[in-house]
């Protein structure tokens, strides 16, 4: 595991700033993020990177879930502003159908994967820091 600069908790998530150059999101289990969260997420990124873009790693709780609004204010301009590559560790397969799903309505403008554990995704992100 990589060292880490700087942890904001907020009730739904964790974002760690890692010394390494990347920034994870870790969602808590039983969590359903709308739009506000989405806000407070981008907003966090946004003050603390400014227009730096970096990559973003994303580990999903267990039975998480977006709203439609949080999910289509995640790929705006503002939504998008930070990420130069994402990785997301998903582990069940209803994560894995939506996220195919999503994908091919939603095609990222950078590189995107799916992964089964946090180490494999961290690997395949530190490859862009």
């Known amino acids: 595991m990589v060292a880490t600069d700087k942890i904001v908790k907020l ?4 974002i ?3 010394k390494a150059g990347f920034v994870e999101l870790v969602f808590g289990d039983d969590t359903f993020i709308d739009i506000s969260e989405g806000h407070q997420v981008v907003e966090i990124l946004n ?3 400014g227009d730096k873009k970096v990559p973003i ?5 267990k039975y998480m879930n977006f709203t439609k609004e949080a999910r289509e204010y995640a790929v705006t301009k503002k939504g998008l ?3 130069l590559v994402s990785a997301y560790v998903l582990d069940s ?3 894995k159908i939506l996220a195919n799903f ?3 309505i939603n095609k990222p403008p950078f590189p ?4 089964a554990t946090r180490k494999e995704a961290e690997e395949w992100i530190l490859k862009f820091v």
């Open 93 to 95: 397969l209803p994560h």
């Open 112 to 115: 995107t994967k799916f992964f």
């Open 16 to 18: 760690i700033f890692h």
């Open 102 to 104: 999503f994908m091919k």
């Open 47 to 49: 003050s603390y990177l």
């Open 11 to 14: 009730d739904f998530c964790e």
């Open 81 to 83: 502003k930070n990420i």
């Open 57 to 61: 790693l994303q580990v999903l709780g």
